[in-house]
């Protein structure tokens, strides 16, 4: 089973910066995508950025030139480095892999429970 842990969510002022991080762990044998994904009170969940295993990046059109999604393969980890952040960035947001557990298990989704990101002065 894969595990994920994100940390870094926090209240935050607009204009100012958040790293968030997430540490995927467990039975691992490969991790493909690697993704952060949010939801705002009332909202659909969205992708906010994506991130292949050969560093392969999406974002989406809102966070573009703002938000920046890094992973270390060695590691598992993924981490979303967001600035100039607008209070329209409050939203919990989650961590998402696709992974398999062993060699002969399917690709499948995980996530992780959410951090609170609240931007407001």
């Known amino acids: 089973q894969v595990r994920l842990v994100e940390s870094g969510g926090t209240l935050v002022r607009p204009g100012g910066f958040l790293r968030l991080s997430c540490a995927a762990s467990?039975?691992?044998?490969?991790?493909?995508?690697m993704a952060w994904y949010r939801q705002a009170p009332g909202k659909q969940r969205e992708l906010v950025a994506k991130?292949?295993?050969?560093?392969?990046?999406t974002y989406a059109d809102s966070v573009k030139g703002r938000f920046a999604i890094s992973r270390d393969n060695a590691k598992n980890t993924v981490h979303l480095e967001m600035n100039s952040l607008k209070p329209e960035d409050t939203a919990v947001y989650y961590c998402?892999?696709?992974?398999?557990?062993?060699?002969?298990?399917?690709?499948?989704?995980?996530w992780g429970q959410g951090t609170q990101v609240t931007v407001s002065s």
């Open positions: 998402n892999v696709w992974a398999k557990a062993a060699m002969l298990s399917p690709y499948r989704d995980y």
């Open positions: 467990g039975s691992i044998y490969r991790t493909e995508a």
């Open positions: 991130v292949t295993y050969d560093g392969r990046t």
